[in-house]
């Protein structure tokens, strides 16, 4: 009987420790990239996409079992021939912002290193209730040349943009519509590493390596730090009350400045309230957590974890991750399309309070 019971213990002891899939899948496509996601409380998802053909969106609703352009079919449909004043020429990320409107970050361009169309760098403002666009803030006087304004984040008044293309922050009042540069090419805003995915650097169609160079930020739950750093890492930060201060100059704003975690090549980031910032490592598909004092572990590695890009912490608790597989796209695979279909959107309860900035 002792022996019966022993095997019994023992089996239900192995049972137990049986592994878990945390991971829990929460949209799939087979033909579009989804590099950003965002929810509401009530339970509205939108995505980003990165058109590979030309009748995709670029920001769609994700509603029964379906992405729908969003806002509508306008937007999301500019033709080559028209500005970029009333429709996405390249939206980059998305997020519902603290005021529970829907924001768009749109660099204006077809891509890395592509033109700059007139009207196409702009913050773009959507009402949830109504689902229309009530305000576009034109970033053309602070995004030229080889601009790629890359995310956003808010703090009161304020917003705060990254600058992918040509290395910078920028500082947007919500107010005027005023915006400045800041921190421009300061060795925490530029590239100085490889971009590596899955165990190799990024290169582009023309043999080139890819540069991005300030991309993913984050602003502490009271408001006081702003962290931000290049797609391929380290993380800064500073003070957000010096970069709201307009008559500080490049030397006196650049002293600020401070080193705050050693991370790797990126694709996108969350915070919680409790200071928790949530990185994803392109190059070992994993997700890290880099706590209020930079030290930095591990949440999950997992295969499935391609190129996580712009991820969302939700009101239940759950970390959203877009598993983009960007680093498999031809214009970042040296020419050569190697997605592996469908591109997935998971999450992974984490039991953290959102920052709703």
Known sequence: MRCLLAVLVLAGSSAMAAPVDRLVPEFASETLIINGVTTTSEGRRFVVVQPQGPDQPQIAEISGGSA???????????????????????????????????????????????????????????????NRVTRVYDLASVAQGASFVDDVRFNGGLAYLTDAGRPALIVLDLTTGKARRVLENHPSTVAARPLMGEGRQLVDAKGRPVVVHADQLEVSGDGRWLYYQPCSGPMSRIETRFLDDPSLDEATLSAHVE???????????????????????????????????????????????????????????????????????????????????????????????????
Do not use: C, H
């Not at 806002?71 to 997020?95: H, I, K, M, T």
């Not at 768009?104 to 209730?129: N, T, Y």
């Open 259 to 357: 080193p705050f975690a050693d991370t790797p090549s990126t694709g996108g980031t969350a915070i919680d309230a409790a200071g928790t910032i949530y990185i994803s490592d392109t190059d070992r598909s994993r997700i890290l957590r880099v706590s209020a004092a930079g030290e930095i572990s591990t949440l999950i590695a997992d295969p499935r974890l391609v190129w996580v890009d712009a991820m969302w912490i939700d009101d239940d608790g759950k970390l959203w991750m877009p598993a983009a597989q960007l680093n498999r796209t031809a214009g970042l695979n040296q020419g050569k399309d190697a997605v592996d279909w469908p591109v997935r959107l998971y999450s992974i309860a984490i039991g953290a309070k959102p920052v709703r900035r």
């Open 68 to 130: 729908k352009p969003f806002p509508d079919a306008e937007w999301n449909g500019r033709r080559r021939s028209q500005n970029g004043r009333n429709a996405f020429v390249g939206a980059n990320s998305l997020r519902v912002g603290p005021d529970g409107a829907l924001w768009v970050v749109d660099r204006g361009a077809a891509g890395i290193g592509a033109p700059l169309v007139e009207g196409g760098p702009k913050l773009v403002r959507i009402d949830l209730g109504a």
